[in-house]
Each structure stands twice: as structure tokens, then as C-alpha cells.
């Protein structure tokens, strides 16, 4: 099946003209969620899964007025966040998004703090030195840890890349729902 969608948008563009800025706002903001909710549904299809936490936590929000001040955007612009924006088992997964996307270099891992066992087995007169160590939960100590790096894994630029052509469809789209809404 094939389905053709095509939008008059300078009719909606006049449309949007006679309204009161209250109800530009509105359809306007109707349309970001149409091609927000599309970006969305497509992130989560190129997201990679190992737990499916990253997965999770792929949404759309707004950005409050204040946030939009701070970006040094105009008052009355409306702005959607499409990404890892959601808490998924209290964490947050922004720093590993940007990590899959752009990769990471082979680099050494130092551990922040002494672990309890190192402490506590240097307080028994076991160990001499206080060294700082990692310990993986297995009993193995280490004082360095040499990651080698991980591939970039584009899925926030594979999402607009395809869906950089139906933006504007889906934007229109939205609005002229709204809008429609309205007037029934």
C-alpha cells in the first residue's frame, strides 16, 4: 500500500496568520509533537539494546520557558527534546547516549576511592600501602583498568538523517489536525 500525503502549507501558514497568539502557540506546538512522537518511535528502532535501558529512556519533552531563556532562545519559541530524556531505574542515560554515538578511545580507567575491602583489609594489618583499586564484584583488585574503547554507534544521527525529509509533512500535518480539532 502506498499512501501520498501533501499539504498546502502556505494555506496553513495564512491559517496560522488570523489566529490569536494563544492558539498559534497551540498548533504549533501540536505540530512539534507529531514529528517529535515520529522521531521517537524511530530512535527507539535504531537505538542499540543491550539491557534496553537506553532504549527506555529514549522520549520527547519540552523545554520549560526558563531553559529556553538560558539557551539564549527568543520568549515566545517553543522547543522539543527528542533523546534520552527519561529516568529508567533512577538513572539517567544522556552520558552513555553520547558515548554510543560518538564512540570512545582506548583510555585508562584509575578508581575514584579506595574500595571498603581494600580498607578493611589494610586496617587489619593485611595490605601495607592504601592503594586505590577497583574491584568487579568478582574479589579481583586492580589498580588500573586499560578499556579499549568502543565504537561509534550513530543512532541519534541515523534517526534525523531518515526522518529529515517528513519533517515538514509531519509538522503541517500536526498542526492542520489541530486545527481541524478546533473548528469540529
Do not use: C, W
Not at 37 to 60: I, W
Amino acid at each position: 500500500m502506498d499512501l501520498q500525503i501533501s499539504f498546502d502549507s502556505q494555506a496553513i501558514q495564512q491559517e496560522l496568520r488570523g489566529l490569536s497568539e494563544e492558539l498559534r502557540m497551540k498548533a504549533v506546538r501540536a505540530g512539534l509533537v507529531k514529528v517529535a512522537a515520529f522521531d521517537v518511535g524511530l530512535m527507539k528502532g535504531n537505538t542499540p539494546v543491550e539491557t534496553g535501558d537506553l532504549q527506555k529512556s529514549v522520549s520527547r519533552r519540552q523545554l520549560s520557558r526558563s531553559a529556553v531563556g538560558r539557551l539564549g532562545l527568543g520568549d515566545n519559541t517553543l522547543t522539543m527534546l527528542v533523546g534520552p530524556n527519561k529516568k529508567v531505574r533512577g538513572q539517567y542515560f544522556g552520558r552513555l547516549a553520547n558515548i554510543t554515538e560518538g564512540g570512545a578511545r582506548p583510555h585508562i580507567i584509575f578508581p575514584r576511592q579506595e574500595s571498603r575491602v581494600q580498607a578493611l583489609l589494610r586496617a587489619n594489618g593485611m595490605r601495607g600501602e592504601k592503594r586505590m583499586i577497583l574491584a568487579n564484584g568478582r574479589g579481583f583488585f586492580a589498580t588500573k583498568v586499560n578499556h579499549p574503547g568502543t565504537r561509534p554507534d550513530p543512532f541519534m544521527k541515523d534517526t534525523y538523517d531518515q526522518s529529515d525529509s517528513q519533517i515538514e509533512d509531519l509538522f503541517y500535518s500536526g498542526v492542520s489536525d489541530y486545527l481541524a480539532r478546533r473548528q469540529a
